[in-house]
């Protein structure tokens, strides 16, 4: 029973241009949903947060998005850079792990940023 | 800021051999994590540590797995007759328990096992 579910394997972006990466969720009492980042010989690295009390949070060019409604959150990347070429994972609390930080991960989703 | 640190990066290791992995998490931190990550998934959650007690383990955590954090500091992930199932990679986080809505967790860069 995956809670947190990216559909999307993969996204080719052309440099300067808008990525946009989703996930959809099962459980709607989740309380906050993060996005991480991670290269290849990398662990996961935290790129930005969202309580579920908001709707948007932006952080430098990353901007998350949530629609509780559907169970749905996005995270935008503008404008797009051959750096940002990596595997993104939208996480939220795991099943009795929100007093402890336990996560449950979707099963991310590679960028790839081409000059 | 010396991270999280794990040793060794990789391990290839024949079919029913025994295996330890090690986590050093950030100094401060007194909650640590074990997850496992395999081709194509995200990391799944193994075990959680606040100080020396363990708090919590996964299903995924065979009866072939055992954890210790026997000080609160450093821990160890020990895999008794590895499976070709159990090849993956291991990733250990830390937490000070603080931010973990706002700011996540700091992971290590994992643990390879490949199981011949």
């Known amino acids: 029973d995956q809670q947190v579910k990216q559909n999307s394997p993969s996204l080719s972006v052309q440099e300067g241009r808008i990525s946009i990466l989703n996930c959809d969720y099962t459980n709607s009492m989740f309380d906050y949903f993060l996005w991480y980042k991670k290269y290849p010989a990398e662990g996961p690295t935290f790129l930005i947060s969202?309580?579920?009390?908001?709707d948007k949070n932006e952080d430098g060019r990353f901007t998350v998005f949530l629609n509780k409604s559907a169970k749905h959150l996005s995270l935008h990347i503008v404008p797009s850079q051959p750096g940002d070429s990596a595997v993104y994972f939208c996480?939220?609390?795991?099943?009795?792990?929100?007093?402890?930080?336990?996560?449950?991960f979707g099963q991310g989703t590679i960028l790839t940023v081409h000059p | 800021d010396t991270g999280v640190s794990q040793d060794p990066r990789h391990k290839i290791t024949k079919r029913g051999q025994n295996v330890t992995f090690r986590c050093d998490p950030i100094?401060?931190?007194?909650?640590l994590y074990w997850y496992r990550q395999t081709l194509g998934q995200g990391p799944e959650f193994l075990t959680y540590f606040q100080n020396e007690a363990q708090l919590e383990k996964s299903r995924l955590l065979s009866d072939r797995f055992s954890a210790e954090r026997p000080k609160g500091s450093f821990s160890t992930l020990e895999i008794q007759r590895t499976e070709q199932g159990d090849s993956a990679m291991y990733l250990c986080?830390?937490?000070?328990?603080?931010?973990?809505?706002?700011?996540?967790?700091?992971f290590g860069s994992g643990t390879r096992l490949t199981v011949v």
């Open positions: 996480a939220g609390p795991g099943a009795g792990g929100t007093s402890y930080g336990k996560l449950t």
């Open positions: 986080a830390s937490s000070s328990g603080q931010g973990v809505s706002n700011y996540g967790y700091t």
């Open positions: 100094s401060e931190h007194n909650r």
């Open positions: 969202i309580s579920s009390i908001k």
